[in-house]
T-cell receptor, first 119, second 115 residues
Framework: GAVVSQHPSWVICKSGTSVKIECRSL??????MFWYRQFPKQSLMLMAT?????????EQGVEKDKFLINHASLTLSTLTVTSAHPEDSSFYIC???????????????FGQGTRLTVV | KQEVTQIPAALSVPEGENLVLNCSFT??????LQWFRQDPGKGLTSLLL?????REQTSGRLNASLDKSSGRSTLYIAASQPGDSATYLC??????????????FGKGTSLLVTP
């Protein structure tokens, strides 16, 4: 299957600093990527949809000024957690679909996830 | 809003048993449904993709069925092995305005297969 690479796999930062997470589709182009957050023993919650060349679409309750998303190319989307606080500590995962034929018919692939700990 | 429920939440079985994991979803207007595996602290590995027009998909010891009209899917694992221990997630794809085709997740079934 297609490969989605996410970096870093884990990061520890001080409260008030910003952290950038990268999501790359290695062997396919993805006009749309998705960012999820997962708290311990909880389901993945969609945070935002990242569209190449346009503004991201955020889910209700997700602060767009805090979670900055940039989808500058067909293979790279970044999520920046600005002014991070301990409550932002979580597991962040990106996803992308290989366009293939019709977009909605294709399989979604996920990155390895990033464990963010804010101290 | 799509709600996904997976039963059981946790399951512990001895090696060799056949298993059935259940998934239900509230909005039957889905485009496809995927089953994933998640190991602790890791990302998601896609196991099976069932298109909305399909009834089932098979891959090795895994078989997934889909009853779209009733909002149900099951994942059948044959001859379970300790390496199957993980959390299994089902995720139907529904269209979201301005968000494209997004996956909706339940909390998953945590499976432990003991030697």
């Amino acid at each position: 299957g297609a490969v989605v690479s996410q970096h870093p796999s884990w990061v520890i930062c001080k409260s008030g600093t910003s952290v950038k997470i990268e999501c790359r589709s290695l062997d396919f182009q993805a006009t749309t990527m998705f960012w999820y957050r997962q708290f311990p023993k909880q389901s993945l919650m969609l945070m935002a949809t990242s569209n190449e060349g346009s503004k991201a679409t955020y889910e209700q309750g997700v602060e767009k000024d805090k979670f900055l998303i940039n989808h500058a190319s067909l293979t790279l989307s970044t999520l920046t957690v600005t002014s991070a606080h301990p409550e932002d500590s979580s597991f962040y995962i990106c996803s992308a679909r290989d366009l293939g034929g019709a977009d909605y018919d294709t399989e979604a692939f996920f990155g390895q996830g990033t464990r963010l700990t804010v101290v | 809003k799509q709600e996904v429920t997976q039963i059981p939440a946790a399951l512990s079985v001895p090696e060799g048993e056949n298993l059935v994991l259940n998934c239900s979803f509230t909005d039957s207007a889905i485009y496809n449904l995927q089953w994933f595996r998640q190991d602790p602290g890791k990302g998601l590995t896609s196991l099976l993709l069932i298109q909305s027009s399909q009834r089932e998909q098979t891959s090795g010891r895994l078989n997934a069925s889909l009853d779209k009209s009733s909002g149900r899917s099951t994942l059948y694992i044959a001859a379970s092995q300790p390496g199957d221990s993980a959390t299994y997630l089902c995720a139907p794809t529904t269209i979201k305005l301005n968000s494209g085709y997004a996956l909706n997740f339940g909390k998953g079934t945590s499976l432990l297969v003991t030697p």
